[in-house]
């Protein structure tokens, strides 16, 4: 049977999961959000990463279902959070360029978040740096759109595209995540780290949030921080999990 075939009755059946990761604030450590993950829970081939099945679910256009699928689910998860008193979570959700380039964008992720009666500044929509820049003038207006309706959107991936530094001043983003491939090159690369300092200090500029990815040690921590991203994520925090195990923040009781 090909994957594709299969991956109908994944959504039909229920396989696929969502994994989460922790984004912690670079300060005080504290966990503000989750970023999901999505994984196939296949019942001959075990769970299978996004890499195994997205680029599938992309060229046969199903990554539309997926993708709605994905958001349901994200939102239905940060609806129990926000039930245990953890009000402040956010939830990051990954979007593909087709999915982005759906004429009702806006309106799918809206009806996710009514559904599950969370606020849309608690969504944050993920799309990289290269699904950004295919056209700037386009994403603007699809970014302006999600904005006017509370929705937070992060450019994923940054700096391993060709965007050009002065279109994204130009784009209503709200957070901004520093590729791995910079976080790797820290301490090895004066150049590379050079640039990753110039970056973070527009996107200060600019307001925007500047998330560091991929940080996997208390060295690449510390100096991330220090570079000025407020936000870290990596396995040296925690490396994405399915909800129940999850650790979440403390709830602060009156
Ligand atoms: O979780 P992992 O490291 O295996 O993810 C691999 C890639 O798959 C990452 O680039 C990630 O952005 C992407 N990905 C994970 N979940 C989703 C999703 O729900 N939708 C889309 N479009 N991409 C995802
Ligand atoms: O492209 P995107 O940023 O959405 O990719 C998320 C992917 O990065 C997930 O597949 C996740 O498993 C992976 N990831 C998260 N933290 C780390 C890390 O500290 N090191 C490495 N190598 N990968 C990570
Ligand atoms: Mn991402
Ligand atoms: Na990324």
Redesign the pocket.
């Known amino acids: 049977v090909q994957l594709k075939n299969e991956l109908w009755r994944a959504l039909y059946h229920n396989e696929l999961r969502?994994?989460y990761?922790p984004k912690n604030d670079a300060g005080s450590g504290q966990i503000i959000g989750y970023e999901?993950?999505?994984?196939w829970q296949h019942p001959v081939r075990g769970l299978l990463?996004?890499?195994k099945f997205?680029p599938v679910a992309?060229k046969s256009g199903m990554?539309i279902q997926?993708?709605e699928w994905?958001l349901n689910e994200a939102c239905r998860q940060l609806a129990i959070w926000h039930a245990q008193g953890n009000t402040e979570l956010s939830v990051s959700?990954?979007?593909?360029a087709l999915?982005f380039e759906q004429e009702m964008l806006a309106q799918v992720v809206l009806n996710a978040l009514t559904t599950n009666n969370v606020p849309p500044e608690k969504m944050i929509l993920?799309i990289?740096e290269t699904t950004a820049m295919r056209s700037p003038k386009e994403t603007i207006r699809i970014l302006t759109i999600l904005k006017e309706h509370g929705i937070q959107v992060s450019i994923?991936?940054f700096g391993t595209g060709y965007s050009s530094l002065l279109y994204l001043q130009s784009m209503p983003a709200s957070e901004l995540k520093i590729d791995r491939a910079f976080v790797r090159e820290i301490n090895n690369n004066h150049t590379d780290t050079r640039l990753l300092a110039m970056i973070i200090e527009l996107a200060k500029n600019m307001n925007l949030n500047i998330v560091a990815e991929g940080v996997e040690t208390e060295e690449q921590q510390r100096q991330l921080t220090e570079l000025g991203c407020n936000i870290l994520q990596g396995f040296y925090f925690s490396r994405?999990v399915p909800p129940e195990q999850l650790v979440l923040p403390e709830i602060m009781v009156k």
């Open positions: 969502l994994f990761q999901a993950l999505v994984r990463s996004p890499d997205l992309e990554i997926v993708g994905v959700v990954n979007l593909s999915q993920e990289t994923d991936d994405p």
